[in-house]
């Protein structure tokens, strides 16, 4: 992984910033996500303030991302999700790459061919920036040829420690899905992306 080789201009992208936690009463934690594209990639940011920022530990990327406060982006191919990709990012810049079929048939030996990810912290804010290759997203099918809408799915999940030493896991979709429980492995949890311009 390697950062970026271009300078972008992120006051020309759209700004998500509706994320809601959906299972909980409580004011979502301030997270923007943007994304551009060139001819060659589609680039991504978020930008995020977490007060009591969870890094997991472990011997592997998995246990460390999972156990972390993250970003998450996931590509389907179709609204069944069969399959769909995942990216779940943490702020040291660790990146859990995997593939799936509805409903949660997980893939973990699958990587993102040409992804590239920076990641950065100061103080209470972290960003994750990043880029794939259009044609790795043509090769996911998640960018159909001829096409210029995705089906996206934009997350965050922010942790946080209780009093007694135990961690709170507190979901935020872009797209809420109406789930009764925190579920973003569902169709209803994806957006559409349209390449402008």
């Known amino acids: 992984l390697r950062a970026p080789a271009i300078e972008l201009d992120w006051s020309t992208a759209e700004v998500l910033s509706d994320f809601t936690f959906p ?3 409580r004011a979502p934690e301030y997270t923007e996500f943007r994304a551009l594209w060139t001819e060659e ?6 930008d995020c303030i977490d ?11 998995k246990e460390r991302v999972l156990g972390s406060g993250r970003v998450e982006l996931f590509f389907a191919a179709g609204k069944n999700l069969r399959p769909y990709y995942c990216l779940e990012m943490e702020p040291r810049g660790e990146v859990l790459a ?7 048939e997980m893939d973990w030996d699958w990587h993102c061919e040409g992804l590239v990810l920076q990641a950065a912290m100061e103080g209470e804010r972290f960003s994750v920036e990043g880029s794939i ?15 210029r809408e995705m089906f996206v799915g934009v997350y965050r999940a922010v942790f946080s420690t209780r009093e007694d030493g ?10 809420n899905p109406q789930t009764e429980r925190p579920d973003f492995h569902v169709p209803a949890s994806f957006g559409v992306f349209e390449l402008v311009g």
């Open 133 to 147: 290759p259009l044609h790795t997203l043509r090769q996911m099918n998640a960018l159909r040829e001829g096409s």
């Open 98 to 104: 995997y593939r799936a079929n509805y409903y949660r």
């Open 51 to 61: 007060a009591q920022l969870v890094l997991g530990a472990g011997e592997t990327a």
């Open 166 to 175: 135990t961690i709170h896991s507190g979901w935020m979709p872009w797209v």
């Open 41 to 46: 990639r589609l680039h991504f940011r978020f």
């Open 23 to 25: 299972w909980e009463d």
